[in-house]
Structure formats: C-alpha cells, structure tokens
C-alpha cells in the first residue's frame, strides 16, 4: 500500500485569518492527502516542531498579516535545523509578487497567491514531494 | 387582480417560460423560483411586518427619515505603522470628506502586545498601528479634536485599554467622557469563531465587556459599547443568513450575560451596536439588512421585554465585502465596491467602510483610498438612492427574500438555543463548522465555474504584478521598541507598578468593574502589554477548539 503523502498546515504568528488555510486543509484531506492542521498563533518553533513530530512530508503555511518575510525563512531555517533536509515547504496567502523571489531564495518552494485553485496545489505538492 | 387570478395568469407565464426555455436554455446555476409576484408575500402583513422607518420592527429603517435628514457616516477603516502616521491618513480622510474615524490597530496591539515582545517580531504596524501606551494614542489623535469627531476602533480583547486611553487623551484635550462619541468593537465571541484575535478564556471576557456596558452606561452615554459583528463571520465564508444568525445568537448571548451581572436591559441596550458586510448580491444583502432589523426588534422586544424603542433598534456598520476582492485585475475592485455601496445603501446602513481596489494586496494607497471614499460620495449625492427611503420595499422578490431570511436565521439561532447558546455553540464548534463548510461549498464551487469570479475564473488576463503598493516600513518595530524604551525610562515607574498591582487584586474580584482600575493604570503609562499582561496572569489563555 502506498504511503499517503503527509501535510502540515500551519499559520504562523499572531493573523487570526484561517479561511484559507481550512479550505486548502480539507481540499488536500479530499485529495487523498494526510493532513494536520495546527490552527492558530503557531511561532517558528511550534510549526518546526509539529512538522518533526508528525513526520509531515509537507509543511503548508498560510499567512494574511504581512509578516511572511520574517516568518517564513524562521521555519525554513528550524525544519532544515532539525535534519528535515528534504520537506517540501510551501507558503499562500497575501503575498506580494515582490516578495516572492526573496522567499524562494529563503527555501519556501512556491508562494500560492490569492486566486488560486486549491488543484494547482495538490498538483504542485505530487510533482515536488520527495 | 385578485390572488386567484393572479394564480390563474401565472400559470399562463409558467407556460410561456416553457417555451422560451426551448429557444433559450437558461443560464445555469441560477437561482430556482425566476420571477415573483404578490402570491409570494400574500401572508406579510405590512402594519406587523413591514410598518415604517422609525417603527417596531424597524425592518424600514431605524430613523424616521433616514438618509434625508442626514447621510451614513463615511467612515474608513485606516491605520498602519507608527501613530505618527496613521494620524497624517486620518487628518487626509477628514480633509476629504470622510465624516467619522476608523482605527486600525496592528496584530500585536489587538492581541495585547508592545512592539518589543518577542512574538511581535515582523508583525508591527504591519495591519495596523502600533499602539504599545497611552503616549502613542496621544500622538493617533494629534490635532484632531475628541469632542467633535466620532471614532470606531477595531479592538475586541484589550477593548477595555484602548477605551481607558481614550477617555485618557480626551480628557487632555478637555473633553469629558460623557461628550465622547465613537465604538469600540469589544466583540469577542466572533474572535473565537472566526477572527481570532481574542486573549482570554469566555468567562472573564464576558466579565469585561459587562464592566464596559456598566462603565459607559454612567460615565461614557454617547458611545457604542459594542459592534457585534457579522462582517468576519461572513468574510471566513458563511452565508448570508449564517452571518446574521450567528451574530444575533451573540448579541443574544452579551444581553444575557449583562442581564446576570445585574444591569437592567434598557440601560444597555440602546448603545448595542452591530457589524454587516455588505456583499456581491445585491438584492440579497438589501433583503438581509431588513432581514436582521426585524429579527434583533423582536428578539429584545419578545425575548428580552425591552421597553426603550432604542433597545430594539438594530444601528449598523457596514463594511464591503473584502473578501470579493480580486488580486487579478484590481481596478474591476472599484465596480465590485460601488454595487457592493449601493447595497449597504438600500440596506439601510448608519455607517460605511469601502474597500480600497488595491487590498487584495495590500493596505490602500492615498490614491485607491480617495477613490473608496468618492464611491461613497458619489452613491450619496448623484445616484438618488439615498433621497427616497427604504426604496426596494414592496418589491416581492425583497420582501420574499426578506422573509426567507428571516426564517432561516429564526431556525439557526433556535438550534443554537437548543446546544446552549452562543458560547456553548463557540466551544462544541458547531458554529466553526457551518462557516467552514460554507466556505468550502464556495470555493468549489468557483473552482468547478458554478461561480464565476470576473478575473479569476472568467475573463482572465495576462498581468504584471501591480506597482506602488503601500508597504509598511520594516523598521516601524524598531522605531516603535526605542519608543517604548524612551517611555519607561521617563514614566514614574513606581506609579505604573502600584497601579498594576491595583488591576491584579481588581481582576481577581468578579465583582470589581475594571475600567477604572485600568483607566489608572493607562494614566501611568503603563503598556498595553503590562495591563494585558496582568491580565493574562488571573484570567489566563484561551485554547482555541482546532477543528477541521
């Protein structure tokens, strides 16, 4: 039997907005995916810590609040610190072009902005999960 | 023409659609019924149901003369970085013509922490300003006179603080409390079901915002005590029938809590305030407005024996629905606001927020705010919608919708009744659960092309990522921590103590009103996160029900 691909979803810091992070949770549950959701006010740490002991594949963070560019390299920085070399991390939400370069470059695999379908990210997540 | 015949010639219609359906299949994912008539409001009976502006059960309108007598307050949700400013955004709203304030306050202060508290990191004055003392609201109100404005501020948690400092920087203008007009949010059971930004458990937060309807009741008359609101819950994805239901089944649930710390209901109640979002149908939100007033008249009138006209009226804020707006093509945003304005109009609102075309993306620019504003403008003085009142009454599609409405948020609050009110609904998540599978149904929905977003899923186009954005400095946190230290260092630091440990020993009796142990305390300029701090310490966190 083949193992199901595992996902985290996360929102780090302190933005209360989890619409998105619930829709794209259950739509990654829908496709077949294991998904667990941290809920709200996740620091670095927390999120790091969950995606090490769920033994996620994936680690999915969702943020509104314009404090990405602090938070998302923190995770990428404390999952990889944790010997979790090869989880696909991914961030959404409202996320300005601008800032996408520098994320990537910080390890966040892609950005899904606003507008997106939740099936470009189940199909991103079965092309690039190792 | 009599119901029978009207009957009679509806059937010739139906047989007539039948044909027309032959030649043109309709659209799909329409609506069933297509057309209506007097057949479908042949029970409403005007005087019980419908009455006047001004009259039980308001569903009219909640002034006898609505907009002729005097606009919606134009009133714009701003605020980002420093004080400094957001106090520039306010004075440029005023100068153009906006006729209230909106405060909106960064995550850190809308969760009661300083600027230079560990999880405040990256988070300052991102979504709002950063207010960490009562020396920060000074300069958020620099020039702009307390005794004349009117000011709404988006705070629910630390609503207690910010009304303290309020209060604090008018009275150093020279205006007493009892000329103060403006709202605080001070919702907290819609954070706990679909905004997030609470602090501590139900218990002690009912206790706070109780100490508030009691305080202003005496002290502070013209002010709002609160803004139950429905605009989040409808933003994190419910229908519009969920978004009043659920925010009644609220308000039912503070009226309550009131009632058992003692006040008497007319007291209160008059200054109870309440939230919409005013969405992309139309007709539908107009029908929800009147909707909403006639269930709230009836619930204080039947439920709640209130006396007091002002107790039973439903006074309304409206803010357009942000979560209609598109990345793609923002300038299709400015039409999505305009009808989403002429809706919120129709409905009857006392108040409004539009959106900016740009805040798919980000906070407004000066530019895409002034165009929010003129929409405003615009709707009130050139398109007539404003000049004659409640204008879609008598519609039978309205009053039907109206009526149906009614009925649905009727049956949730019943069920919410049945699981043990708003509170016990928040802890089971029932609450949660509707909003989120309605979100769900939504986004489906749009993904299979059942709805259609123009830009998104229909008339896309290839588009460079939009430029001058309004960006938040990053240095706004380090600003804001020398701030603070400067602050300490000049305070008298033995007065911030005493007073800190006055609102612990006030905390831990239930029967202590806190305002003014925390109005002391922000007199001293002791932090938002000190006070918010203590209170953390007797009250404790609220653990949030994860479920998916």
Known sequence: MEKRIRVLVAKPGLDGHDRGAKVVARALRDAGFEVIYTGLRQTPEQIAEAALQEDVDVVAMSILSGAHPHLFPKVVDLVRGKGMKDTLIIGGGVIPEGDIPALKEAGIAEVFTPGTPTTAIVDFIKNNVK | MSNEKIQAELAAYEASVQKAIARFPERPHLPEQRLYTPLDIKDTDYAEEISFPGVYPYTRGVQPTMYRGRFWTMRMYAGFSTAEESNKRYRYLIESGATGLSCAFDLPTQIGYDSDDDISEGEVGKVGVAIDSLADMEILFDKIDLGKVSTSMTINAP?????????????????????????IQNDILKEYAARGTYIFPPRPSMRLITNIFE????????????????????????????????????????????????????????????????????LEEVAKFRASRRVWAKV????????????????????????????????????????????????GTQSLHTNSRDEALALPTEESVMIALRTQQIVAYESGLADVIDPLAGSYYVEALTNKIEAEAWDYIKKIDEIG?????????????????????????????????????KFQIEEEAPKNLLRVDASVGEKQKAKLAEMKAKRD?????????????????????????ILKAVRTYATLGEICGVMRKVFGEYEAHVSL
């Open chain 2, 215 to 282: 305080f202003c009741s005496k002290n502070v008359p013209k002010w709002n005590t609160i803004s139950i609101s429905g605009y989040h819950i409808r933003e994190a994805g419910s229908t519009a029938s969920q978004e009043i239901a659920f925010t009644i089944a609220d308000g039912i649930a503070y009226v309550e809590a009131a009632i058992k710390a003692g006040l008497n209901v007319d007291d209160f109640a008059g200054r109870l305030s309440f939230f919409w979002n005013a969405h992309n149908n139309v």
């Open chain 2, 421 to 457: 009110g708003a509170v016990a609904a928040i802890e089971k998540g029932y609450i949660q659960k509707e909003i989120q599978d309605s979100a769900y149904k939504w986004q489906m929905d749009v993904e299979s092309g059942a709805k259609t977003i123009v830009g998104v899923n």
């Open chain 2, 493 to 517: 630091n033995a007065a911030v103590e005493a007073a800190l440990a006055e609102l612990e020993k006030a905390c831990s009796d239930e029967n202590e009103n806190l305002m003014p142990h």
């Open chain 2, 300 to 347: 204080m009138k039947e439920r709640f024996h209130a006396q007091k006209p002002k107790s039973m009226m439903l006074r309304v804020h409206t803010q357009t629905a942000g979560s209609m707006l598109t990345a793609q093509q923002p300038n299709n945003n400015i039409v999505r606001v305009a009808l989403q304005t002429a809706a919120a109009v129709m409905g």
């Open chain 2, 159 to 183: 609503a207690s603080v910010l009304l303290a400092m309020y209060i604090a920087v008018a009275e150093k203008q020279g205006v007493t409390p009892d000329q103060l007009k403006g709202t």
